[in-house]
């Protein structure tokens, strides 16, 4: 079951928020896993969770934002942070979370898109992103601050 994170899945979500962090070779510490969480908690602060709920046992996360579109008027919507435990792959996770999101974002604004990005080694994932979205000729950039 796809739900919105809640207070109550600190406990659940960290274990895998840090699992997430190792796949990415970055390590969070305590005080950015605060801020993380804190962030997810305060309504309004721009970024929003849901999480994949395994008859109450959290297999996985998405983290999301939105914001207003200027070609279109309408939202767009950014795939954050995406994550399944590895026990728990392979199953549709991955896709049901990204599926709800996007009738999060259907609902919430017709125009727009909804966008993420993923490491060009990630192939396992970019199986599953191949089939649910179109692969963009964008290539980012980024300035450390």
Do not use: C
Not at 89 to 109: F, M, N, P
Not at 110 to 119: E, F, V
């Amino acid at each position: 079951m796809i739900r919105p994170l809640d207070a109550g899945d600190r406990a659940a979500w960290e274990p895998l928020f840090l699992a997430y962090g190792v796949f990415y070779e970055t390590e969070f510490t305590p005080e950015i896993i605060d801020k993380v969480w804190s962030l997810l908690m305060e309504s309004g602060s721009g970024i929003d969770g849901l999480v994949a709920d395994n008859d109450g046992t959290l297999v996985g996360f998405a983290h999301y934002r939105s914001h207003p579109d200027t070609f279109t008027g309408g939202r767009d919507w950014f795939l954050d942070d995406l994550y399944v435990d590895p026990d728990a792959r392979g199953a549709g996770t991955a896709t049901d979370l990204i599926q709800h999101l996007t009738t999060l974002a259907r609902e919430s604004s017709p125009a727009g898109s909804l966008r993420w990005i993923t490491a060009a080694d990630n192939s396992r994932a970019q199986r599953v992103y191949d089939r649910l979205a179109k692969r963009t000729t964008w290539v980012t950039y980024e300035i450390g601050l």
